[in-house]
């Protein structure tokens, strides 16, 4: 089991970068990909960011590619969403998720996921 905290999100403006925190607790932590999920207000949830267990494998939506960057630490169960170049279409909750492969952090409910942080991108 994992359990997930998210940290770092706050009010920015468009253009500007912040960097995302999952704290992740349990054993089993690098066993799990990791990955960011967001919601915005009105939509759906959609898949962000993933990352696979050893760090080998990672997946971008369309959206974020060449603007986020997904990082893990399985030395410090950590995982690390660096985003840059923010625009109000980035405004939503974010949450790290655990589940087992990238592919099903990309297409089915996690396994895990946390309470989520709030970005706001003013422009």
């Known amino acids: 089991q994992v359990q997930t905290a998210e940290s770092g999100g706050g009010l920015v403006q468009a253009g500007g970068s912040l960097t995302l925190s999952c704290a992740a607790s349990?054993?089993?932590?690098?066993?799990?990909?990791m990955g960011w999920l967001r919601q915005a207000p009105g939509k759906e949830r959609e898949f962000v960011a993933a990352?696979?267990?050893?760090?080998?494998?990672?997946d971008y939506a369309d959206s974020v590619k060449g603007r986020f960057t997904i990082s893990r630490d399985n030395t410090k169960n950590a995982v690390i969403l660096q985003m840059n170049n923010l625009t109000a279409e980035d405004t939503a909750v974010y949450y790290c998720?655990?589940?087992?492969?990238?592919?099903?952090?990309?297409?089915?409910?996690?396994?895990?996921w946390g309470q989520g942080t709030q970005v706001t991108v003013s422009s």
């Open positions: 998720a655990a589940s087992t492969t990238v592919a099903e952090i990309k297409s089915e409910p996690p396994d895990y």
């Open positions: 349990g054993r089993m932590f690098r066993t799990y990909a």
């Open positions: 990352i696979s267990r050893s760090g080998g494998v990672i």
